[in-house]
């Protein structure tokens, strides 16, 4: 009788070992996707849109601008670098316990000056095909009129970026440059909207 209960007992306490087992295994796993591959993110605010709602929930390719030790942020397998017009997530410069979600504009070594709504890029002006301005902004008495920002020049290693909804974005404009180490990735997908439901699976442009 002993017998019978102690092979019951091992088989038992092996079932329950395989499933733990398997429980650590998918927790490793997605754990090293999270980090490495691709991550999920809810757009919480307006500063982008149109091309991102408050309430999308997208993707972002993490892998894309290199491999990045966690914690030191530093690269150690790179692969490629943010382009210009890009859609980056990055960890907010001011406070790194935010992320953040913007466009890439200047690259390094760019000199960037904005003249009313116009951008100039190295001194020619910048086809800001994304830029979303409210009606309001658009009247003769508009602030933007007489804005003018720079000329600076973008420091090696740093990116300038500006949400598309230039009335409604706080950005490189106002807290300057975003350094390489804090991009975590490029968006890439919504994969969720709500109410927004024709946005599901939308490619981020």
Request: charged letters at 25%; hydrophobic letters at 35%; proline letters at 10%.
């Given at each position: 009788m002993s017998a019978k209960k102690s092979r019951g007992a091992v088989k038992k306490k092996s079932t329950f070992r395989e499933y733990a087992e398997a429980a650590v295994i998918a927790v490793l796993l997605a754990l090293f996707i999270r980090t490495f591959v691709v991550q999920a993110f809810k757009i919480p605010s307006g500063s982008m849109e149109p091309t991102l709602l408050v309430g999308d929930h997208i993707l972002v390719n993490k892998f894309i601008y290199g491999?990045?030790?966690?914690?030191?942020?530093?690269?150690?397998?790179?692969?490629?670098?943010?382009?210009?017009?890009?859609?980056?997530?990055?960890?907010?410069?001011?406070?790194?316990?935010?992320d953040f979600i913007?466009?890439?504009?200047?690259?390094?070594?760019?000199?960037?000056?904005?003249?009313?709504?116009?951008?100039?890029?190295?001194?020619?002006?910048?086809?800001?095909?994304?830029?979303?301005?409210?009606e309001k902004s658009?009247?003769?008495?508009?602030?933007?009129?007489?804005?003018?920002?720079?000329?600076?020049?973008?420091?090696?290693?740093?990116?300038f970026v500006m949400g598309d909804n230039r009335d409604h974005s706080y950005d490189s404009r106002f807290w300057g440059f975003v350094p390489s180490g804090a991009i975590e990735g490029k968006a890439f997908l919504i994969y969720w909207s709500w109410p927004h439901w024709r946005r599901f699976f939308?490619?981020?442009?």
């Open positions: 491999i990045k030790l966690p914690v030191v942020r530093k690269t150690i397998i790179p692969i490629s670098k943010p382009s210009r017009e890009d859609v980056i997530v990055f960890i907010y410069p001011v406070d790194k316990s935010k913007k466009r890439v504009i200047g690259l390094p070594g760019d000199t960037i000056e904005i003249v009313g709504r116009d951008i100039l890029i190295n001194g020619k002006r910048f086809p800001d095909r994304h830029a979303y301005y409210s658009s009247s003769m008495d508009n602030p933007w009129s007489s804005y003018h920002f720079g000329p600076i020049t973008v420091p090696r290693g740093h990116f939308h490619v981020i442009k």
